[in-house]
């Protein structure tokens, strides 16, 4: 039988910048995030339904320490709406703890997964 879990959107103060956050009922951690405040996202990305102990969100999911999450690193970069991931920048790093863009955004997500 498949069980539906819905998300909650919020969006998150960091200082200059708003960054609006998907949370998952199901894990708790963040399923999503985006930059700028998309209405179309936020009422396409309602729920995840898990079926048999797969996830529909299972490969599109910011969610990396969730048992269900098959994401691909290469995946990441599209989802966070980047042509293709980057090595981050000295300060990136530094703040995050990630070699890459998308890794940077991921240690994000789940930083902000505790806030919310």
């Not at 790093?93 to 940077?104: L, N, Q």
Request: aromatic share 8%; hydrophobic share 35%; net charge negative.
């Amino acid at each position: 039988m498949a069980e539906r879990y819905p998300t909650e959107w919020s969006a998150v103060s960091l200082g200059d910048y708003t960054v609006y956050v998907c949370l998952c009922s199901y894990s708790n951690l963040v399923r999503h995030l985006s930059f700028e405040e998309d209405d179309l996202r936020q009422k396409l990305i309602r729920h995840v339904t898990i079926y048999d102990g797969v996830c529909s969100a299972g490969t599109h999911c910011l969610a990396l320490d969730c048992p269900l999450n098959h994401t691909e690193d290469e995946h990441l970069a599209h989802m966070l709406d980047m042509p293709f991931d980057e090595e981050a920048d000295e300060e990136l790093k530094r703040v995050w703890g990630r070699d890459t863009v998308a890794g940077c955004y991921v240690e994000m997500a789940k930083r902000l997964g505790k806030a919310v």
